[in-house]
């Protein structure tokens, strides 16, 4: 990461936070909650899942009423009752859920919420500014005419902040804003970030990224249990304190665990293809290893995840499951074969965020909870602990709105939904930890670790070099559609990142591509 902070702090405070406090029934989420962020200044919040950003985030952007304290933003008070409201008093959000249209061009989905742009306003110095917001963010590439619907999920995340950077907005808050980013796309966001506090904004930036978090902001706000426990100078702060803080305790190392003996072929890969996206993957996955397909947005990786799930009508390839084929572009023949996906947009691909945790947890199985079409109560309650058991979360929340959790624990459920499946045999998760803490990523990590151990197939995508080097076992590179090579065991974070953003084979590199092992082509380990 290059990111390094420019502070443009005017030393005046231009946003105030005091004594917020917000309870969902019995929960109390935040509890008397205060800080300030300074004109010019990036501000970081950090914290556990359940800390209590996200409600005070939702405060901030009027998607909250508070039970008590005061928002004071140029020195008045400010009533933020509704996201109307928040945008007229200045306020900006880049959420970590994406609230683009996808049915709309990306010229369209830049004018919404922007009152200086009305829909029949089609003028060129209008385009000539949304230009000049899409390459601010690298999407130089994107046309403004261009279907939202075309785009993958992380350019879709590059056009909402871009429409946020040309709303000139008082207090900007991005909310995981680099998730579903690649290292080098979210360059682009932390240089547009410092050019939009060097204009006087302030910025709150929401991540758990916290290397990033350290590298681009000026100060830091802790929260743990819905209260603040420190607010301090970035540059004073080391991973390890920040996490101490988060956590309440001194980091223990989250050690890479090697799983354990490899056991049989579960997945065998040989050719797939889809037109424009993949050419010719093949990989071999056992029982007891975890693999990864490592590259940027583009490059195919989620494109093998999604082909692989049935979700692409046009791949084409031999794909089987424990040794029998298993037909390409029919998720229900993907799904019967024993392929279960986890999407990287929960909201739109995964759960049903109205509905309880519990209903989450069994939408996908109910056949087995059934005797001559009707539900066993039983069953389903037995289901329901053993996976809320599995997932770490309490029981007395079985019955709460799924979409009333956390995101990490959002992201837990969608992944223990797939689990201790009989009928379940490969599990695919396109960038499982997408805005998730260190915490709720060790918890998701143990869950992948003993699925597979359990007998299955694991496979998932990241763009994180942090993600990649502690999980995975084996780990396949791509760049513009093709396998670049496939690393067993070790190897170096700089490795990985030259090979997904240029691809091919480094002269310097001492190692022989051919060798098997570390850096052997991924068609040499097929067995």
């Excluded at 209903?359 to 289901?383: E, F, H, K, Q, Y």
Aim: net charge neutral; with cysteine; aromatic share 2%.
């Amino acid at each position: 990461m290059t990111v390094a902070s420019t502070s443009a702090r005017t030393g005046h405070e231009l946003v105030r936070v005091d004594g917020l406090v917000k309870s969902f029934g019995s929960t109390r989420a935040v509890r008397g909650a205060s800080f300030g962020i300074e004109a010019g200044e990036i501000h970081a919040l950090c914290g556990h899942n359940g800390a209590g950003k996200s409600t005070v985030v939702k405060m901030l952007s009027g998607q909250e009423d508070p039970d008590g304290g005061e928002i004071s933003i140029g020195g008045e008070v400010v009533d933020l009752r509704s996201r109307q409201a928040a945008q007229r008093a200045g306020v900006a959000l880049v959420d970590q859920e994406l609230s683009v249209v996808p049915s709309l061009s990306v010229a369209e989905n830049l004018m919404l919420g922007d009152a200086r742009t009305g829909w029949l306003n089609r003028a060129r110095r209008s385009r000539r500014r949304f230009r000049a917001l899409l390459d601010s963010v690298g999407l130089t590439h994107v046309a403004l005419d261009r279907p939202l619907s075309s785009l993958g999920i992380g350019e879709r995340q590059l056009v909402e902040i871009a429409r946020a950077l040309g709303q000139d907005a008082r207090l900007l808050i991005l909310d995981e804003p680099t998730a579903t980013l690649s290292d080098v796309e979210s360059e682009y966001v932390y240089a547009s970030v410092r050019k939009v506090a060097a204009t006087g904004c302030a910025i709150l930036f929401v991540s758990h990224r916290l290397g990033e978090v350290l590298a681009l902001c000026d100060r830091v706000t802790v929260m743990r249990d819905g209260a603040v426990v420190a607010t301090a100078a970035a540059d004073g702060l080391t991973v390890d304190s920040l996490i101490e803080q988060m956590l309440g305790e001194a980091p223990s190392r989250l050690d890479r665990t090697r799983a354990g003996r490899s056991g049989d072929v579960v997945l065998s890969v040989t050719g797939l293809s889809v037109p424009g996206r993949v050419h010719d993957f093949s990989i071999s996955l056992r029982a007891g290893q975890v693999y990864a397909v490592a590259g940027q947005l583009g490059s195919g990786a989620s494109d093998v995840l999604r082909a692989l799930a049935g979700l692409v009508p046009a791949a084409t390839g031999v794909v089987e499951v424990d040794g029998r084929r298993v037909r390409t572009g029919r998720p229900t023949v993907a799904s019967a074969a024993g392929i279960a996906f986890v999407s990287n947009d929960r909201k739109t691909e995964g759960l049903f965020l109205d509905k309880p945790i519990g209903w989450n947890l069994l939408a996908t199985r109910l056949p087995t909870l059934t005797r001559l079409g009707v539900v066993s109560r039983a069953r389903w309650s037995r289901s329901v602990a053993e996976l809320l058991g599995v997932c770490a979360i309490e029981p007395h929340r079985a019955r709460d709105a799924v979409g009333s959790l956390s995101g990490g624990n959002q992201q837990k459920v969608f992944v223990g939904r797939c689990l201790h499946r009989d009928d379940v045999r490969v599990l695919l998760l396109d960038d499982p930890t997408r805005g998730v803490d260190v915490g709720g990523r060790a918890a998701i990590h143990d869950l992948l670790r003993s699925a597979a151990t359990d007998g299955l197939a694991v496979l998932f995508s990241s763009t994180e070099l942090e993600e990649l080097l502690d999980l995975a076992d084996v780990v396949v590179t791509m760049h513009k559609g093709d396998v670049v090579r496939t690393h067993v065991g070790d190897t170096a974070g700089s490795v990985l990142l030259r090979e997904i953003t240029h691809g091919g084979h480094d002269p310097h590199d001492p190692r022989d591509p051919h060798d098997r092992g570390v850096g052997a082509p991924a068609k040499e380990l097929l067995s």
